[in-house]
């Protein structure tokens, strides 16, 4: 027990000097900027503005979470599951957008859906559309871009629960008559849900915090918590709201950890 002590003491060092110091730095001036008290918490939960950017981001996130790991589930059944060459194409798939920023992508994606982009011209030029789409600017797009960028992190937790699970399970559904489909559905999915919980709760926690892709694709149209957070500190000067509203997102998010953690446990035991 001593040497793990010696080993672990300076990692829980490094995180209290990195995050718990700055998150009771941020917790502090929440209670007292701009004078002592819960004044900034009770505009959070009263102001409608606020609150509306709070649902905004939990439905956006929801759906995104939603999006990427159905996608991700497929992906990864091909990385896993496939031919050798469909695999090696699939890995090469996964792996290409790890080397993209962030920044890069958004861009991508606005350039790809904007009035005057690539997809709006060729849809002019096929007839199939006489004015452009709004495809950015709006919901649709943030939910585009935030999930093209999530996917590849659903599939590490997938593929871990895929390739873990027993095949003589499959086998003896198979040798009992069962479908392909009946064994996907009662068998092949209720054995990876660990792996399905794991990837919702890492996209869910990673999509709460976005702040890059909503700004560009959204065009300050759809507002999530983070950028009102920026826009709180950098623009309208309000560092004691900014900061509640940074502790309430830190104790929500560690809140549905927790939870999902419990049941992720559960599940895997």
């Known amino acids: 027990m001593r040497p793990f002590l010696v080993l672990i003491c300076p990692v829980l060092l490094l995180l209290g000097l990195s995050y718990l110091l700055p998150f009771l730095g941020i917790m502090r001036l929440s209670f007292t900027d701009p004078v002592p008290g819960l004044a900034q918490y009770r505009t959070v939960a009263e102001d409608p503005l606020i609150l509306s950017v709070i649902w905004r981001t939990l439905r956006i996130c929801a759906i995104v979470t939603a999006v ?21 194409i699939v890995e090469l798939c996964i792996m290409i957008p790890f080397w993209i920023s962030v920044l890069s992508r958004a861009f991508g994606w606005l350039s790809f859906l904007s009035n005057r982009g690539l997809l709006n011209t060729w849809l002019k030029d096929a007839g199939l559309i ?17 999930s093209h960028y999530l996917i590849p992190f659903a599939v590490f937790p997938l593929a871990t629960a895929m390739r873990n699970l027993d095949e003589r399970t499959l086998i003896a559904a198979e040798g009992m008559g069962a479908s392909r489909l009946r064994i996907f ?37 759809s507002v999530m918590v983070a950028e009102l957070i920026y826009l709180w500190i950098f623009q309208t000067p309000k560092w004691g709201l900014a900061a509640a509203m940074s502790v309430i997102l830190m104790l929500g998010v560690g809140s549905i950890l927790v939870l999902l953690m419990r049941r992720y446990g559960r599940i895997a035991q």
């Open 68 to 88: 990427s790991v159905a996608a991700a589930y497929v992906v990864t059944l091909l990385w896993v599951r496939g031919r050798p060459l469909t695999r090696s």
């Open 130 to 146: 006489e004015t452009s789409l709004q495809m950015t600017r709006n919901e649709f797009a943030i939910i585009v871009g935030m």
């Open 185 to 221: 559905w009662q068998v092949f999915l209720p054995m990876t849900a660990s792996g399905i919980l794991g990837a919702t709760l890492l996209v869910f926690v990673f999509s709460v915090g976005f702040f890059v892709t909503p700004a560009l694709l959204g065009g300050g149209q």
